[in-house]
């Protein structure tokens, strides 16, 4: 009798800190909310995790304080490592890379050890030429290559395995050539250094984000041939979309954010609610104008399937690319 008064007493127990749990879910955030930049202040993860904090706070969606630590290092790596030991009060801005990362034996976490809470927008990818080029649109460019793939020399940064190449490579691959024939030359200090090199002629073609290369085609010293997204875009109505090129698809550079693991049904709930009305505001509508970002809002759990497509998409190119073998 002893002993089953014990286990009933436990039972009791254990059903009143469970009930506690779900009680304390009401209360949430009971304290700062933490966003983390995976990277140093300055370009598009410090940027986001800002705008966000900015937002939420003048818009008054959030009762708690929100501020934003950086944690740079290894393409996010430290960053996203310290999410993975705090509680529900922290977030964390996430990219591709928190899948092309593990994909390509750089670390070994997932997206499936984090919480999804939402992708908020995307850049799209172009590739560009000189402005004297002999190539006038994205086929000539993939002719040329087709024929004689290490004639083309391909500016990209800051590494293999990025948006940047992974872009390059699907069109390549789609329009029947072997990806790890590609022509490569990398940059270790990204866009910026990508497109000095096309601009001195040290490269033929270069692959970047759209806005690393927008202005200097709107002022005439370089030439898009192509952007990756579903539709012409503003500003650019002389450059074709892949897809009015005939090649098949659509490839975004996307951002969201994200939690770490376990966070409860009420608590993924909370953040659904309150980043769908921050991608409501005008606020966050001109943060996109700015900064030629498009809306590419999707809740949590639609950011759940997104990650398992994206992730099977890189695994491929990746694996046609030759990265991993």
Same mark, same amino acid.
Not at 65 to 85: A, Q, R, T
Not at 234 to 244: A, H, I, K, S, Y
Not at 273 to 286: A, F, N, Q
């Given at each position: ?63 708690? $304080? ?34 092309? $990362?593990?994909?390509?034996? #750089?670390?070994?976490?997932? @997206? ?12 799209? *990818? ?17 002719? #040329? ?19 940047? @190449?992974?872009?390059?490579? *699907? ?30 002629? @040290? ?8 806005? !690393? ?20 875009? !503003? !500003?650019?109505?002389? +450059?074709?979309?892949?897809?009015? !090129? ?6 975004? @550079? ?24 921050? +991608? ?29 497509? #994206? ?15």
């Amino acid at each position: 009798m002893k002993k089953l008064g014990i286990l009933i007493l436990s039972v009791v127990l254990l059903s009143a800190c469970s009930s506690g749990k779900a009680s304390n879910s009401a209360d949430y955030p009971s304290k700062n909310i933490e966003i983390v930049a995976p990277a140093s202040p300055g370009g598009g993860w410090d940027l986001t995790a800002r705008s966000v904090q900015k937002i939420l706070k003048d818009n008054k969606l959030v009762k708690s $304080n929100v501020n934003v630590i950086n944690k740079p290092g290894g393409g996010g790596e430290v960053g996203w490592n310290y999410l993975h030991s705090k509680d529900s009060h922290n977030l964390a801005v996430n990219s591709s890379l928190l899948l092309t $990362n593990n994909l390509l034996g #750089q670390s070994k976490l997932t @997206h499936k050890e984090f919480t999804p809470l939402a992708t908020l927008a995307t850049e799209w *990818q172009a590739i560009a030429v000189s402005v004297d080029s002999p190539y006038k649109s994205i086929n000539d460019l993939m002719d #040329q290559i087709k024929k004689d793939p290490k004639s083309i020399k391909i500016g990209v940064g800051p590494g293999l395995g990025n948006d940047d @190449h992974l872009a390059f490579v *699907q069109v390549a691959d789609m329009k029947g050539i072997t990806p790890a024939d590609l022509n490569f030359l990398v940059y270790d200090g990204g866009g910026g250094d990508v497109v000095t090199a096309l601009m001195g002629n @040290h490269v033929d073609a270069v692959t970047t984000s759209l806005s !690393e290369v927008k202005d200097q085609h709107l002022a005439g010293k370089l030439r898009i041939l192509t952007v990756s997204s579903d539709k012409t875009l !503003e !500003e650019l109505e002389d +450059v074709p979309t892949l897809q009015e !090129e005939g090649i098949d698809m659509v490839f975004p @550079h996307w951002r969201g954010i994200m939690g770490p693991p376990d966070m409860t049904e009420e608590e993924i709930k909370y953040w659904d609610e309150k980043l769908t009305e921050m +991608v409501k505001t005008d606020e966050w509508k001109k943060l996109l104008e700015n900064n030629d970002w498009d809306d590419f809002y999707q809740n949590s759990e639609e950011t759940k399937a997104f990650f398992d497509e #994206q992730e099977k998409l890189y695994k491929d190119l990746i694996n046609d690319s030759g990265l991993v073998k």
